[in-house]
């Protein structure tokens, strides 16, 4: 069984750029969730989608964007890149969680430098 | 505001030696997960933890949850150097609020 996608592995992107990166789920996973891991600030939550939905995101500003597409991929965008956006950014899938579904699969990541 | 601390942020120990891991919890949660990862690498899910009491093993390692304390452990049995990794304690809200501790980076000695 193939394990959760993303891409780009690297991403090099200019302040003031904008970034899109990519997640496959594993087949037959519903959500997905986005976390960022930016050095000095740890790992933090962003985004979470289920059934196409977005579901909550965390403290992050509306230039993180994203969206989850019917079979279930989805995108997170960064508008107007700042340096501190550089970060490795981390995908994981699950199945329902409302159904029991709660171990999370994670992705390689994405590591995005803004320079 | 849901926070999460663990204890100690560096562990250096030696092979073959026991230790446990802590975490603490600040507010009422649905799940606590444990997550191992390597130097410049991902991720890897080592336990989800659903209920008071639950306990899990997987090799060496050992999580444990005690809700009505709100702490979790990871406890490690005669660590080999294999097991040199940072590892990351996360408490989820029913997806409302998904909060990582700051992770404990582990040094297995020879």
């Known amino acids: 069984e193939a394990g959760v996608t993303q891409s780009p592995t690297h991403l090099i992107k200019t302040r003031g750029q904008q970034a899109t990166l990519r997640c496959s789920p594993i087949?037959?996973?519903?959500?997905v969730y986005w976390y960022q891991q930016a050095l000095g600030l740890g790992l933090q939550f962003l985004l979470w989608y289920d059934e196409g939905e977005e579901r909550n995101r965390g403290n992050f500003p509306p230039r993180f964007s994203g969206r989850q597409f019917p079979n279930y991929s989805s995108e997170l965008n960064v508008n107007a890149l700042e340096l501190e956006d550089s970060a490795l950014y981390l995908c994981?899938?699950?199945?329902?969680?409302w159904g029991g579904g709660y171990e999370q699969y994670v992705g390689p990541g994405t590591r995005l430098t803004v320079t | 505001e849901l926070k999460v601390e663990q204890n100690p942020l560096f562990l250096s120990m030696q092979e073959g030696k026991n230790y446990t891991i802590y975490c603490n919890y600040s507010t009422t949660s649905d799940r606590l997960y444990w997550y191992r990862q390597d130097p410049g690498k991902s991720l890897e899910s080592l336990f989800v933890l659903l209920s008071n009491g639950a306990v899990k093993q997987e090799g060496r390692l050992m999580a444990s949850l005690d809700t009505k304390a709100r702490l979790s452990t990871l406890h490690i049995t005669a660590a080999v150097h294999d097991l040199s990794a940072t590892y990351f304690c996360?408490?989820?809200?029913?997806?409302?609020?998904?909060?990582f501790g700051p992770g404990t980076r582990l040094s297995v000695l020879p």
């Open positions: 996360a408490v989820d809200m029913n997806g409302q609020n998904f909060v």
């Open positions: 087949s037959g996973h519903t959500s």
């Open positions: 994981a899938s699950s199945l329902d969680p």
